[in-house]
């Protein structure tokens, strides 16, 4: 139906949400409008979604997908999405900046529904941790689109993982079995 296309507001690495006013109408098949805040991470990104701005090295006019920008040089390549159900939409290439030299995805299990993330990183550390019903999992590497994958299953820490097993098998047979 003509005129009631979603709109959403676009631009492109400005540095204060006031400077995002620019409304844009989406095209027939844009069900969402998103933020991708760009910034220095001390160890690996936590991206978050909201309206409103497209992220740096990434080009699209209203109606048009986005697009990776012409590379830079020989800069890293990595895989590019925020808080993704499926692998499978986990595909936009991204173009790092000289200073990323990781490629990183995140998985977030929460009461099993799992999240991804990927993205460019100037520093990364694998790191994987429980929290009650949420799984974190971070995984890092260092050459062109090498986090493609991220269907890979949650691996929960060792440490509680043992605790866990040990206290079972002392409810099992009991204080009077040792």
């Known amino acids: 139906m003509p005129g009631t296309a979603l709109q959403c507001y676009f631009c492109v690495a400005e ?9 844009q109408n989406c095209s027939d098949s844009e069900t969402h409008c998103w933020t991708q805040r760009i910034s220095e991470w001390p160890r690996y990104p936590s991206p978050a979604r909201s309206p409103a701005q497209r992220p740096s090295g990434w080009e699209g006019g ?5 697009s990776p920008s012409p590379p830079a040089g020989t800069a890293l390549q990595c895989y590019f999405c925020v808080a993704e159900t499926s692998d499978k939409d986990c595909q936009h290439v991204q173009n790092c900046s000289d200073s990323e030299t990781h490629c990183w995805t995140q998985r977030i299990s929460v009461a099993g529904l799992l999240f991804l993330s990927k993205g460019c990183s100037a520093s990364c550390e694998d790191n994987s941790q429980n929290y009650y019903m949420v799984v974190s999992n971070t995984t890092c590497c260092s050459s062109d689109l090498c986090n493609a994958s991220g269907a890979r299953a949650l691996r929960p820490a060792l440490g509680p993982l043992l605790l866990l097993a040990a206290a079972c098998s002392l409810m099992l047979w009991g204080p009077s079995q040792l």
């Open 15 to 23: 540095t204060s949400d006031k400077d995002c006013q620019r409304v």
């Open 62 to 66: 209203p109606g048009q997908p986005l």
